[in-house]
Antibody, heavy 116, light 110 residues
Framework: VQLVESGGGLVQPGGSLRLSCAAS????????MHWVRQGPGKGLVWVAY????????TYADSVKGRFTISRDNAKNTVYLQMSSLRVEDTGVYYC??????????WGQGTLVTVSS | QSALTQPRSVSGSPGQSVTISCTGT?????????VSWYQQHPGKAPKLMIY???KRSSGVPDRLSGSKSGNTASLTISGLQADDEADYYC??????????FGGGTKLTVL
């Protein structure tokens, strides 16, 4: 199982960014996926979930209406479109695979910094 | 979506046992057996250690064990080793396809 995130970087408050996560080594099209973030020196926070056919997506209250999770099963890739970014959105964003309602496999993360 | 409650830190000497608690509500920990534990070393991605409350992930030694009573889950590490020093996080399914993590516990091996 390999999950490789990309797309992080420095963005100003109010700006947008799209993260990508390329998956390999497992049946991606049948897998549920998550995004989890970790602020600097802080704990893990669940951010978003998407099921295998994109029919169900859910979000943490803190990002609802600002972030959108999506996937392209043909490209084995899951995305996180982030808009109206705030300073408190700063952190490492991990892509993760679900197995049986639990987060099983993790990528190495991509750093998002929201600052003016 | 309130975070599960974990002690900020625990410590123990090599060879000793420590237990880390994770307290939620009957809407998350108490309502489902989808409770997992993760180990995270500094600068690294989290690693699944325990899932379904009590099951060890592949390669995890039987020195680690999980349990649950009511709204509180627990991770016990026996025979502490230096490499066990890390941050530990619990996570629970919270219904309606949402999940919640604990605030994390820093384990120090004295």
């Amino acid at each position: 199982v390999q999950l490789v995130e990309s797309g992080g970087g420095l963005v100003q408050p109010g700006g947008s960014l799209r993260l990508s996560c390329a998956a390999s080594g497992f049946g991606f099209s049948n897998s549920w996926m998550h995004w989890v973030r970790q602020g600097p020196g802080k704990g893990l926070v669940w951010v978003a979930y998407i099921n295998s056919d994109e029919s169900t997506t859910t979000y943490a209250d803190s990002v609802k209406g600002r972030f959108t999770i999506s996937r392209d099963n043909a490209k084995n890739t899951v995305y996180l479109q982030m808009s109206s970014l705030r300073v408190e959105d700063t952190g490492v964003y991990y892509c993760a695979r679900d197995y049986g309602y639990e987060i099983q496999d993790w990528g190495q993360g991509t750093l998002v910094t929201v600052s003016s | 979506q309130s975070a599960l409650t974990q002690p900020r830190s625990v410590s123990g000497s090599p060879g000793q046992s420590v237990t880390i608690s994770c307290t939620g509500t009957n809407s998350d920990v108490g309502g489902y057996n989808d409770v997992s534990w993760y180990q995270q070393h500094p600068g690294k991605a989290p690693k699944l250690m325990i899932y379904d409350v009590t099951k060890r992930s592949s390669g995890v030694p039987d020195r680690l064990s999980g349990s649950k009573s009511g709204n509180t889950a627990s991770l016990t590490i026996s025979g502490l080793q230096a490499d066990d020093e890390a941050d530990y996080y619990c996570c629970s399914f919270a219904g309606s396809f949402t999940w919640v993590f604990g605030g994390g516990t820093k384990l120090t091996v004295l």
